[in-house]
């Protein structure tokens, strides 16, 4: 089920991210941890598709996993051979756009979740493997806002507590940045909420 929900999630149907059915695969892999496994299974299929428009949304589904779902997702990233797919993408001649994404968020797991001798130092690894290669990461100060605002517990807890004092103490101005399809996406699904709750009979309590 999940893996089939990560292929809708990602098809080259749509014309930017799905946030909602992003956010549900997320909230299943939170409510059912062993889903996990077959979530980033999918992932790393459509990460490797020959269609960059498939790659940058699975990657954005990445990325929002990582940031909304816990330990137990981590590790199977970790473990599953996805970064070194990730990596795989960034030395062949791919889409300049599927690169620089994985190189800001393969640069910024590494960092978030505590470098080489964090609980998955295959992160760093990743990252040290492109060094090696001469990949060029983008300037820090160029990227969109870092991925890790409103992280998970799960995250949090990767990291050392000089490190959470400092991310905790930058959230406050760090609010990522929306484009006009997010922002209507974001409109439609509030837009739906809103009917949904209209419609509710406040005397009826199974509504």
């Not at 507590?161 to 929306?178: C, I, K, T, V, Y």
């Amino acid at each position: 089920m999940a893996g089939a929900m990560v292929d809708r999630a990602t098809s080259d149907m749509l014309i930017g991210p799905d946030w909602a059915k992003n956010m549900e695969i997320c909230d299943i892999c939170n409510r059912d941890p062993g889903q996990s496994k077959d979530v980033v299974k999918a992932l790393r299929k459509r990460i490797a598709h020959k269609n960059p428009k498939v790659q940058l949304l699975a990657l954005t589904l990445l990325e929002t996993a990582i940031k909304n779902c816990g330990d137990i997702f981590h590790m199977h990233v970790a473990e599953r051979d996805l970064l070194h797919e990730m990596v795989k993408l960034v030395k062949k001649k791919s889409d300049q756009r599927v690169k620089d994404k994985i190189l800001v968020l393969i640069d910024t797991w590494q960092e978030a979740l505590g470098g080489p001798r964090s609980r998955y130092p295959q992160f760093y690894a990743a990252y040290h493997e492109l060094v090696r290669a001469g990949a060029q990461f983008p300037k820090r100060s160029e990227r969109p806002a870092p991925l890790f605002n409103g992280q998970s517990e799960a995250v949090k807890s990767m990291r050392s507590p000089d490190q959470r004092d400092e991310a905790e103490s930058s959230a406050g101005n760090d609010f990522p940045a929306l484009s006009m399809s997010e922002i209507q996406n974001a409109r439609g699904i509030m837009d739906v909420l809103a009917e949904m709750l209209n419609a509710l009979d406040p005397g009826n309590r199974e509504d």
